[in-house]
């Protein structure tokens, strides 16, 4: 973080954001319950497996990693079956090109795409924000093979993750608002650093805003 901007995005971060993320996560997870049920019912009802998504630990703030709770929207262990079976040999190598995301993904599910395309698979983040691996409005939580493989095609990109990890992830954020899976990772991670850089409450309040017609336009998600 920008020695200009470290005192305050340090104290906003500790104080106000955490209250809010506190206050904001108990209220919405209330909110959400009813329809996390409706969700978590019709995935089972849907395909075999889980409610709760088994993928890998994602970095955190300072490169700490942790769980992060989503729902399934793929087929059982999906991320696994990605980077081991042979059969996905070719598919993982177009997951890595494309930023680690893929546009035709033959393991998400019939009501998976659903869920992803207005980010209802991303509900039980609110979680993560009430342990405290998440707030509200971040960078992206990204993998740690997706950081590696990503700087090995960028490696200019290292300053700008250096300063994303300067703060917790988010459920939603400026590159999500603003382009979502539409943006590569190059692209993506320079967004999150000015994000960072820029941190205030009104900046928050001004993402927040702008979150809800993302999720209901689906526009850039995959």
């Not at 395309?117 to 609110?126: A, G």
């Not at 382009?179 to 991670?189: A, L």
Request: net charge positive.
């Amino acid at each position: 973080m920008p020695k200009g901007n470290l005192f305050y995005g340090e104290i906003y971060a500790r104080t106000t954001k955490r209250v809010m993320d506190l206050i904001l996560g108990i209220i919405l997870t209330l909110v959400f319950l009813p329809i996390c049920l409706i969700i978590a019912i019709l995935i089972k009802l849907d395909s075999s497996g889980p409610v709760f998504a088994d993928t890998p630990s994602r970095v955190g703030r300072h490169g700490k990693k942790f769980k992060m709770f989503k729902f399934r929207s793929m087929i059982r262990n999906a991320h696994q079956m990605l980077r081991e079976d042979p059969k996905f040999k070719e598919l993982y190598q177009e997951y890595k090109r494309s930023s680690y995301k893929l546009y035709h993904d033959p393991r998400v599910t019939r009501f998976g795409k659903f869920i992803r395309k207005y980010s209802l698979d991303e509900v039980p983040q609110f979680l993560n924000m009430l342990r405290g691996d998440m707030s509200l409005v971040g960078p992206r939580a990204y993998y740690p093979d997706e950081i590696k493989e990503q700087l090995k095609k960028h490696p200019i990109a290292k300053n700008y993750l250096d300063t994303a990890l300067q703060v917790k992830p988010g459920i939603t954020g400026f590159w999500q608002v603003y382009g979502r899976s539409e943006v590569h990772f190059d692209k993506r991670i320079k967004m999150d650093a000015e994000y960072v850089k820029n941190i205030s409450l009104w900046y928050d309040i001004k993402i927040i805003i702008k979150t809800p017609y993302a999720m209901v336009s689906g526009k850039g998600a995959i």
